[in-house]
């Protein structure tokens, strides 16, 4: 088991950055996949974007050249830094956690509002 906990979420006006923290319980190394999605209201959550334990990293489409994923294991934490952001990237954000054996693991969201 492992818990994760989101901060860094809030209130901003199109254009402006935010950093999203994910801070996990337990050590981080051997989670083989961990990844941040987003549910805006009314929508289907989605993927925003994923690191592996090797530092491998996709993103969504809608977010490329805007967002860094990148993960500390010696703070056990995965970052999300968004710039440029638009009103569109208003959602509540995820933080998602996978195991060797495919378990997933989820934190309990942080709101992202971006203004226009």
């Known amino acids: 088991q492992v818990q994760l906990v989101e901060s860094g979420g809030g209130l901003v006006q199109a254009g402006g950055s935010l950093r999203l923290s994910c801070a996990a319980s337990?050590?981080?190394?051997?989670?083989?996949?961990m990844g941040w999605y987003r549910q805006a209201p009314g929508k289907q959550r989605e993927l925003v974007a994923r690191?592996?334990?090797?530092?491998?990293?996709n993103y969504a489409d809608a977010v490329k050249g805007r967002f860094t994923i990148s993960r500390d294991n010696a703070k056990n934490t995965v970052y999300l830094q968004m710039i440029s952001l638009k009103p569109e990237d208003t959602a509540v954000y995820y933080c998602?956690?996978?195991?060797?054996?495919?378990?997933?693991?989820w934190g309990q969201g942080t709101q992202v509002t971006v203004s226009s």
């Open positions: 998602n956690a996978q195991n060797a054996w495919g378990v997933n693991f």
């Open positions: 337990r050590n981080i190394f051997s989670l083989t996949v």
């Open positions: 690191i592996s334990s090797g530092g491998g990293t």
